[in-house]
Structure formats: C-alpha cells, structure tokens
C-alpha cells in the first residue's frame, strides 16, 4: 500500500549542530518528495522538494538527498538555529504527478541555544 | 494578498452533530484538499478535488463527505460527528499539474473538538 515512514519522531541539537531527518516510501513509483515545516501553531509550508531525475538539491542550510534504489530521502540542516525548532513532514506522490500526496508522521525538531 | 482560508478557525459541537468546515482560495488553484493531523500521525488525506467535477477519496474519508461548490471553495462535512474526529483540520491547495510537481497551499487550520 501507500506509505511513508519517518524517523526520528523527535530530534534534539545544539545550536550550531546538524540535524538529519530520514523518510522511506512504499511505491518505487514515486517521483516526487516534498519536505513541509510546521513552526508551533502555524500552517505547514514547503520548504524543499526533490523529483526523482536528481539525487541531491540543496537551499542554503537545507538539503535533500533521494535514492531511489533503497527508497529512501533524507533533510539535513546544517549550521542549525532556535528558528529551525519545529515538525517537519515528509511526503511522496503516489498518484504519478497528480499531487495526492501521503506524509510521513513528522519530526519535532528543538534546537537549543 | 492570494491565500486559503477555513472557517470556522475552532469549533466544539456534540457527538452525532452535523458540521461543516468551509474553506475558501483566491489563488486561483484547481485543485483542492482536506486533510487532518492527529498528534504522531502527520497529516492524512481525508479527499481531494482536481476540479469541481472531480472529487476523489484519500485514505480516511469514511464519516466524511465534501463538496466542491466552486473552483474557490470546497466544504468538508462530518454529518455524524464522533469523538474520534476530534483534530485539527486543514485544507490546501495547488495549481493544475500534468507532467510536473506543484506546492501545496495550507490554510490556517480548523481545530474541531467532538464531545
């Protein structure tokens, strides 16, 4: 069936550290993975998004990384701030680019100063 | 500015109630969606609509129904409420995509508590 798995459900830094959150999907399929941010009581907002024709994309302090062989995609934060404390979700498109997406559970990151 | 808005922004009603969550868009988007978001469980699809003809399940729509009354708008219903559908509500939005990917707009949230 359609599922994303992520781990950790939570995860604790020290400002400064990196924070690396992994995801796993069900459907080889797939092609293409959202990460969202959802800051304490505010909407969920895409923050990176990788198709599966690249391995790695990168924004500033963010990045992803997909292989598409093991079915699993990954966000790594580097250089992490008090800003960046909040959940953050991964999804995957099981419907073949028609945008049905399926999250995983989510990560609530802290970092602490 | 374009955005998605849902009304109400809270609601508290009884078991076995009929409500309904309104959302509104002015980007302009085809394509539109409920999901909900239980503590530990992210964020499941409830349905999803890719035009006002065109509404579809996602994987919890039991005691749900929605209907897409305009490009703009799309309502979801529970018209039996039970406890269990105690959660915080979102509806988003995206443009047309065929080939391509496209980003989700979330609005604000309804948070529905079923007593």
């Known amino acids: 069936g359609e599922n994303v798995e992520q781990h950790p459900s939570t995860l604790s830094v020290q400002e400064g550290d990196s924070a690396v959150i992994k995801c796993t999907y069900s459907d080889s399929a797939s092609n293409y993975f959202p990460w969202y941010k959802q800051e304490l009581g505010k909407r969920p907002q895409l923050i990176i998004d990788i198709r599966s024709n690249v391995g790695e994309k990168k924004d500033q302090r963010i990045a992803v990384t997909l292989n598409k062989t093991a079915k699993h995609f990954s966000l790594h934060i580097t250089e992490t701030q008090p800003e960046d404390s909040a959940v953050y979700f991964c999804a995957a498109d099981f419907s073949g680019g028609y945008n049905k997406l399926i999250f995983g559970a989510g990560t609530r990151l802290a970092v602490h100063p | 500015d374009a955005d998605v808005t849902q009304t109400p922004r809270n609601r508290i009603t009884k078991t076995g109630k009929r409500i309904m969550l309104e959302c509104s868009q002015t980007k302009g988007h085809d394509r539109m969606y409920w999901y909900r978001q239980d503590p530990g469980l992210g964020l499941r699809l409830i349905y999803y609509?890719?035009?006002?003809?065109?509404?579809n399940k996602g994987e919890i729509s039991d005691g749900y129904s929605v209907s897409r009354q305009a490009q703009a708008k799309f309502s979801l219903s529970l018209e039996s409420a039970i406890p269990n559908q105690t959660a915080l509500y979102f509806c988003?939005?995206?443009?047309?995509?065929?080939?391509?990917?496209?980003?989700?707009?979330f609005g604000p949230g309804t948070r529905l508590t079923v007593l």
């Open positions: 988003a939005t995206s443009e047309r995509a065929g080939v391509g990917y496209n980003e989700q707009f």
């Open positions: 609509s890719f035009d006002v003809k065109d509404i």
